[in-house]
């Protein structure tokens, strides 16, 4: 069907969907197979984008492909074959325990004119598959899901520290498995940047074989102990629902009969589940959580990270109401809280803010301010370990957010609180504050405006 390369990427331009999530910074994929069906993969269980995207092409997925037992997000697969009737394509080693059709190592799915083969490529998890699109024997591209990404390769510590040095090892084996590809090839990954699955920044998403044989740093490893010893380099922390959702994905997340939604509550209700061990978290923009705010309530902007945050820092297992203001997408809190697999969701605060006030009922603040009005006081960094070596305030205290409500009393008394803008930062603060660390000042902006401000220069590094 395609013989040449130019009609091969006139395939992908015409043919390939990614649907990329931002927040979470992976990319799912939808294959329109020309004849009014669809191969969807790696698909999240927020079917938003995909759902626009076959409705627009009147397309029905007849096929949902998963590289791996994701640990980042709940796979669509099993909504896919409950809503299109879509066949389930998964490795064997995944031991699913609902309906799929169990691929191994060199294994075929013929999709009507086009092949999807599975190459065993573990390192990232032990079932990992890529899954290769042929046109007869011609490959078009490859999905290599957290094996091959741009410029890297997933990490390979999911499954804990005793096996971390085994897996990236594996990891070696399968990135050179996948470079014996023709250099044209396409790859498609699902890790990308922004992915706590290690994937390096960058804009591109997409690659090829060539391109990663030229310039990604592991590749250009002498040997397999060089590799290994690069991979662990880069690895960082991550979400702590991380450890929990692989075997929500082999169990195979419950289908969703109906569009989840938010009930409203009223303050009532609000003060009762906070009374009763319940969790508020308040979804507004940094500066309105600031002006005014719920005590004990938990300040997690809606934005593209907003899933990463909540699954990080709130049990699974929590009963969870919202503030939100008016003009806030509700269903966005709830798709972002069910791709992780948060589903205990109260409702969201009728009336906002303004209610909670006009009830009579305690609110409080927090100081949010631009780095000329900072104080001269002690600089409190949540950023990732990376960001911090990268550059930061000279004697900076450094803890992780994530795991900041560990070690709260090792932050010092009145300290300017910062982060990257101040999102992250207004985020610790409540954090702190929830463990009874008041009198701290938020930083509205970056390391290096405040280092500006207050005549000094970032330094780099590792905190000692």
Excluded at 68 to 84: M, N, P, R, T, Y
Excluded at 89 to 105: E, M
Excluded at 217 to 231: G, H, I, N, T
Aim: hydrophobic share 45%.
């Amino acid at each position: 069907m395609y013989r040449t390369l130019e009609e091969a990427v006139g395939f992908a331009d015409e043919h390939l969907i990614p649907l990329v999530d931002e927040g979470l910074g992976n990319s799912a994929y939808l294959v329109d197979l020309g004849d009014g069906r669809a191969l969807a993969v790696d698909a999240s269980r927020d079917l938003r984008a995909l759902h626009a995207a076959v409705t627009r092409r009147g397309l029905r997925v007849a096929f949902a492909a998963d590289t791996h037992l994701h640990a980042d997000f709940l796979s669509g697969a099993v909504q896919l074959g409950h809503d299109h009737g879509a066949t389930v394509l998964a490795s064997v080693a995944g031991r699913r325990a609902f309906p799929h059709r169990a691929l191994a190592d060199g294994d075929e799915a013929d999709l009507g004119g086009l092949t999807l083969r599975a190459l065993a490529t573990p390192g990232h998890t032990d079932d990992h598959l890529s899954f290769l699109l042929l046109d007869d024997s011609r490959p078009l591209g490859v999905f290599t899901g957290g094996s091959l990404i741009v410029n890297s390769a997933a990490r390979t510590d999911l499954l804990g520290a005793a096996r971390t040095e085994e897996l990236a090892r594996a990891q070696y084996r399968s990135l050179r498995r996948l470079t014996r590809l023709p250099d044209e090839t396409a790859v498609w990954p699902t890790h990308g940047a922004g992915s706590f699955c290690s994937a390096p920044p960058g804009a591109a998403r997409t690659t090829t074989v060539g391109t990663e044989k030229r310039a990604n740093p592991l590749l250009a490893a002498p040997d397999e102990d060089a590799f290994v010893s690069r991979l662990l380099a880069s690895l960082g922390s991550y979400p702590a629902y991380f450890d929990r959702l692989a075997e929500l994905n082999r169990r195979g997340p419950a289908v969703l009969t109906a569009t989840p939604t938010l009930p409203a509550l009223d303050t009532g209700q609000v003060g009762a589940l906070l009374a009763d061990g319940g969790h508020v978290v308040d979804v507004r923009p940094a500066a309105r959580y600031a002006s005014a705010h719920i005590p004990g309530s938990l300040s997690i902007p809606l934005r593209g990270q907003f899933a990463t945050w909540l699954g990080w820092l709130l049990p699974s297992e929590a009963r969870i109401a919202f503030v939100a203001d008016e003009e806030q997408d509700l269903s966005e809190i709830v798709w972002q809280a069910y791709k992780i697999g948060y589903e205990r969701l109260a409702g969201c605060l009728s009336g906002g803010m303004t209610a909670w006030q006009e009830a009579g009922l305690p609110t409080a603040a927090t100081a949010f301010v631009t780095p000329d009005r900072a104080p001269a006081a002690p600089y409190l960094d949540v950023r990732q370990t990376a960001e911090y070596s990268a550059g930061h305030v000279p004697g900076a205290v450094h803890l992780e957010l994530g795991a900041l409500a560990a070690h709260a009393a090792e932050v010092p008394g009145g300290a300017v609180v910062g982060c990257g803008h101040g999102e992250r930062a207004m985020t610790a603060a409540s954090v702190l504050e929830r463990a009874g660390r008041t009198g701290l000042t938020v930083l509205n902006g970056g390391p290096g405006d405040y280092a500006a401000a207050h005549g000094r220069r970032l330094t780099e590094g590792a905190a000692r």
